[in-house]
């Protein structure tokens, strides 16, 4: 069955300090992937998403993410981190084609819970 | 441009009340989607709608039904609430079929069943 791991359930980071959020997908064939933000009380924002080409993927607020099929990762990165980042985060997953079956939707991992230390 | 909406924002239910969630969006998306979001397990996807007049089962769809009646709208209902219901469900849109176009989420509703 196809997952999507996030094995981190909680991060600290010292505010300025570099951040990397880890993702692993299962799928048969390589799919679409995503990473979300979740603030408090809040729904979800999309940060950056993987189609093709470009392995190194821009996202806003200044987040990337690299795109490693070898080791069927999507790893989100920031080089500096803010307060205003502390959130919840979500990797997800789509197959690349509908097939009408239950899933076809977006699959999630668990979500990595980010805080940030002053 | 209001984008995904969702109605109500809280809600609490007794064991076996019924109640219908609201999704609307003004995007003109062809693809809705309705989420449970519980602490630890992310996302799962109850239901969706690739376009109106048209539903699909997800992941985890028992106790759920939804309806497409308009475009713009796709509600949920639990016919006899139970506690293992108790969640945060999500509303999204998107354009194209959601595995190749950016999912838009609404802010999310609050239910408890007691």
């Known amino acids: 069955a196809q997952s999507v791991t996030q094995p981190d359930i909680h991060i600290t980071v010292s505010e300025g300090a570099s951040l990397e959020l880890r993702c692993n997908y299962s799928?048969?064939?390589?799919?679409?992937l995503f990473w979300y933000v979740q603030s408090p009380g809040q729904g979800l924002q999309l940060l950056l998403k993987y189609f093709s080409g470009d392995t190194l993927v821009q996202g806003i607020k200044g987040f990337e993410a690299e795109f490693k099929r070898s080791q069927s990762s999507f790893n989100l990165r920031k080089p500096s981190v803010h307060w205003s980042d502390a959130a919840e985060y979500f990797c997800a997953a789509a197959p690349r084609s509908y097939s009408g079956g239950g899933a076809d939707g977006l699959t999630f991992g668990k979500g990595t819970h980010l805080i940030i230390q002053p | 441009n209001a984008g995904v909406t969702q109605t109500p924002k809280f809600r609490v239910l007794k064991t076996g009340q019924s109640m219908t969630l609201l999704c609307a969006q003004d995007m003109n998306h062809e693809y809705m989607y309705w989420y449970r979001q519980d602490p630890g397990m992310g996302l799962r996807l109850i239901h969706y709608?690739?376009?109106?007049?048209t539903t699909a089962k997800g992941e985890v769809p028992d106790g759920y039904n939804v309806s497409r009646l308009k475009k713009q709208n796709f509600l949920l209902g639990l016919e006899s609430a139970a506690p293992s219901q108790t969640s945060v469900y999500f509303c999204?849109?998107?354009?194209?079929w959601g595995a190749g176009d950016t999912q838009y989420f609404g802010p999310g509703t609050r239910l408890t069943v007691l």
């Open positions: 799928y048969g064939a390589t799919p679409y």
């Open positions: 999204a849109s998107s354009y194209y």
């Open positions: 709608s690739v376009g109106e007049g």
